[in-house]
């Protein structure tokens, strides 16, 4: 029995200890960033799959709002959607699909698609793709770029260039 | 004199053959690729420094019950099973090394969803040995793929 009470006792200050710890960690925040970039194709297109990249320069303070403090951390990034639109509403006319992902020159960090709208529909001249919703990419904003690439599935030939402009919403947590 | 203007003849050849030498030796990958099966072609691109091969091609590009262009239906995530296939990735994040090897990357395969190391090497400018592996490449499969634009 006294055993058991040594027990209980040593458990009681292991939960104290934990509670203490975890209190004196940095509060977890959330935060969701608009950011806004441009994708361009220079025609002729042909029939199928056409990729455009932009390369995004991470600017943290800028995507949070407010000054970077020292040992921020970045803990967990998903897209929470992703809009693509032309200047013109016809600018969506001959694309049957639409795919978004994520790639990065770091050797460590594997593409990974984000986004699909399959079919478009292009009356309106706006897209908005559904999110993947597994992908995190908080390792690709702890880089200081990353490329998001956009593949423009045409259906026919197109003469003319293609330039989109994409509006992505980003979840970040951070602590 | 001769001497001289033999030098600057040599000089100005070498230099010519430098200016037409690729710039990058892993851009040799880039171009059209079929796989021994010959039941799709592989498109090789680059992004940043990486090197990424999707699907332009496949043999039988519809589903066979719909009728509609197959899309990736074993893909993991069910968000993205919409994705065409025709167009779709297959190889990703490939490096180049160095004595045409690329590795780093990884290959898909479309039918079961499942994704692999591998490492690409080309062992003449139209030929190319895909190995798909688990862990170690020793626990793998080699496919040879072939060049579609012959090169001479």
């Known amino acids: 029995m006294p055993m058991n009470l040594r027990n209980v006792k040593i ?165 | 004199m001769k001497k001289l203007t033999l030098f600057l003849l040599g000089l100005a050849l070498c230099m010519q053959a430098f200016a037409i030498m690729p710039g990058d030796d892993g851009d040799r990958l880039l171009g059209v690729w079929e796989p021994s099966n010959g039941r799709a072609r592989v498109k090789v691109e680059k992004i940043g420094s990486k090197y990424y091969g999707k699907i332009v091609w496949l043999k039988e590009p519809n589903d066979p019950k719909s009728g509609l262009p197959k899309t990736d239906m074993n893909n993991p995530d069910a968000n993205l099973r919409n994705v065409p296939l025709k167009g779709y990735r297959m190889l990703k994040d490939f490096v180049y090394q160095e004595n045409n090897q690329w590795s780093e990357g990884t290959i898909y395969d479309p ?22 592996y688990i862990g170690v490449s020793a626990f793998g499969r080699t496919d040879v793929w072939k060049r579609l634009a012959v090169k001479k």
């Open chain 1, 11 to 175: 458990g009681a200050l292991w939960a104290m200890l934990m509670l203490i710890m975890h209190g004196c960690q940095p509060k977890s925040q959330t935060h969701t960033a608009t950011m806004e970039s441009a994708f361009e194709w220079s025609g002729p297109l042909y029939e199928g799959s056409n990729p455009a990249q932009a390369l995004i320069k991470v600017d943290l303070a800028s995507l949070l709002g407010n000054p970077v403090q020292e040992g921020l951390k970045i803990t967990k990034v998903q897209l929470k959607s992703a809009e693509l639109s032309g200047d013109s509403a016809s600018d969506l006319n001959g694309i049957g699909s639409l795919v978004l992902s994520i790639a990065s020159d770091d050797p460590s960090l594997p593409m990974k698609e984000l986004a699909v709208l399959n079919p478009v529909i292009s009356a309106s001249g706006q897209a908005i793709l559904k999110p993947s919703s597994e992908a995190e990419v908080s390792d690709f904003f702890a880089q200081k770029a990353f490329y998001l690439v956009v593949d423009a599935g045409l259906s026919t030939d197109r003469d003319q260039d293609l330039r989109l402009t994409g509006k992505f919403q980003w979840e970040i947590h951070y602590r």
């Open chain 2, 111 to 132: 039918l079961n969803g499942s994704t692999y190391s591998c490492t690409i090497k080309m062992t003449d400018p139209n030929t190319l040995d895909i190995r798909g």
